[in-house]
C-alpha cells in the first residue's frame, strides 16, 4: 500500500528517525518485537494491530496507516451535546461485554436512555452500544457508544453491528467495516485485528443474518 508514493513502512521509518529512535525503541513503546518493526518497516506486514499505538508514539494520522478509514463514504460522526435534538431521554442505550476476541455479548435491556441525536430522529427502533474491546481503533474506542439505525441496508464502505444468536437468548454480535458481501458470506474489516486474526476476514451470513448500520458514536 503506498500513501502519496511513500510506502507505510516509509512513512513508519522516516518519522522512527526523525526522532532518533531505533526498531527496538520504537517496539518497546508500543510493546512488540523490533522483528515486527522490521517487517512493517519492509512492506512485509500489511495490516497490524500496532498501527494505532505506532501513530500515537510517532505523532503519526492514523488514517497515513490505515488509508481505508479515509474512504469510508460516511464516517461515523462524532454527535455533539449542542446537536441532541429531543428534549427527554428518549434513546436507549444498551451495554456490551467482551463475547470472545472481536466479538460483544449486547445486553438484552438498556443500561441507560440518553437524549436522541439528530440522525437518529423519529427513527423506531434506534439504539446505541457501548462499545468494548479495541479491534476497531481508532474508529471506535472502548467506551464510545455506537449509534444504530437498524433499518438501513448493507452497503460498502460503511460500519455494522452484526448479530448472532445462539438460540439460547444470548446475542453475540461484533462491530466491523463492511467490505462486500455475498449470498453465503459478510466480508469484514478490522482496524485494529486481535492478536492471531487477520485484518480481513469473513463471517457466514447464515449464523450472522442481521446487520445494523453505524451512523455516528458518542465518546466517552
Given at each position: 500500500?503506498?500513501?502519496?508514493?511513500?510506502?507505510?513502512?516509509?512513512?513508519?521509518?522516516?518519522?522512527?528517525?526523525d526522532r532518533g529512535w531505533t526498531q527496538a525503541d520504537l517496539a518497546n513503546r508500543v510493546g512488540t518485537k523490533q522483528q515486527t518493526i522490521e517487517k512493517i518497516?519492509?512492506?512485509?506486514?500489511?495490516?497490524?494491530?500496532?498501527?494505532?499505538?505506532?501513530?500515537?508514539?510517532?505523532?503519526?494520522?492514523?488514517?497515513?496507516?490505515?488509508?481505508?478509514?479515509?474512504?469510508?463514504?460516511?464516517?461515523?460522526?462524532?454527535?455533539?451535546?449542542?446537536?441532541?435534538?429531543?428534549?427527554?431521554?428518549?434513546?436507549?442505550?444498551?451495554?456490551?461485554?467482551?463475547?470472545?476476541?472481536?466479538?460483544?455479548?449486547?445486553?438484552?435491556?438498556?443500561?441507560?436512555?440518553?437524549?436522541?441525536?439528530?440522525?437518529?430522529?423519529?427513527?423506531?427502533?434506534?439504539?446505541?452500544?457501548?462499545?468494548?474491546?479495541?479491534?476497531?481503533?481508532?474508529?471506535?474506542?472502548?467506551?464510545?457508544?455506537?449509534?444504530?439505525?437498524?433499518?438501513?441496508?448493507?452497503?460498502?464502505?460503511?460500519?455494522?453491528?452484526?448479530?448472532?444468536?445462539?438460540?439460547?437468548?444470548?446475542?453475540?454480535?461484533?462491530?466491523?467495516?463492511?467490505?462486500?458481501?455475498?449470498?453465503?458470506?459478510?466480508?469484514?474489516?478490522?482496524?485494529?485485528?486481535?492478536?492471531?486474526?487477520?485484518?480481513?476476514?469473513?463471517?457466514?451470513?447464515?449464523?450472522?443474518?442481521?446487520?445494523?448500520?453505524?451512523?455516528?458514536?458518542?465518546?466517552?
Amino acid at each position: 500500500m503506498e500513501n502519496q508514493g511513500i510506502s507505510i513502512g516509509g512513512i513508519i521509518r522516516t518519522a522512527r528517525e526523525d526522532r532518533g529512535w531505533t526498531q527496538a525503541d520504537l517496539a518497546n513503546r508500543v510493546g512488540t518485537k523490533q522483528q515486527t518493526i522490521e517487517k512493517i518497516e519492509q512492506g512485509k506486514i500489511k495490516y497490524s494491530s500496532y498501527f494505532p499505538r505506532i501513530a500515537l508514539e510517532l505523532s503519526l494520522d492514523i488514517v497515513k496507516l490505515i488509508p481505508d478509514l479515509a474512504t469510508k463514504s460516511t464516517p461515523p460522526a462524532l454527535i455533539p451535546e449542542s446537536d441532541l435534538r429531543s428534549g427527554h431521554r428518549d434513546f436507549p442505550v444498551h451495554a456490551a461485554a467482551q463475547g470472545g476476541r472481536g466479538e460483544l455479548i449486547v445486553s438484552a435491556d438498556p443500561v441507560s436512555w440518553v437524549m436522541r441525536p439528530t440522525p437518529l430522529v423519529g427513527v423506531t427502533r434506534a439504539y446505541g452500544v457501548i462499545v468494548v474491546g479495541d479491534s476497531m481503533v481508532p474508529e471506535f474506542w472502548p467506551g464510545d457508544t455506537a449509534l444504530i439505525n437498524p433499518h438501513l441496508p448493507p452497503e460498502r464502505g460503511e460500519t455494522y453491528v452484526f448479530y448472532s444468536e445462539n438460540g439460547g437468548g444470548e446475542v453475540r454480535a461484533t462491530i466491523k467495516h463492511l467490505i462486500r458481501w455475498t449470498e453465503t458470506s459478510w466480508h469484514l474489516r478490522q482496524w485494529n485485528p486481535p492478536d492471531g486474526q487477520k485484518a480481513d476476514f469473513t463471517l457466514p451470513r447464515r449464523e450472522w443474518p442481521r446487520s445494523h448500520r453505524v451512523v455516528g458514536k458518542y465518546s466517552k
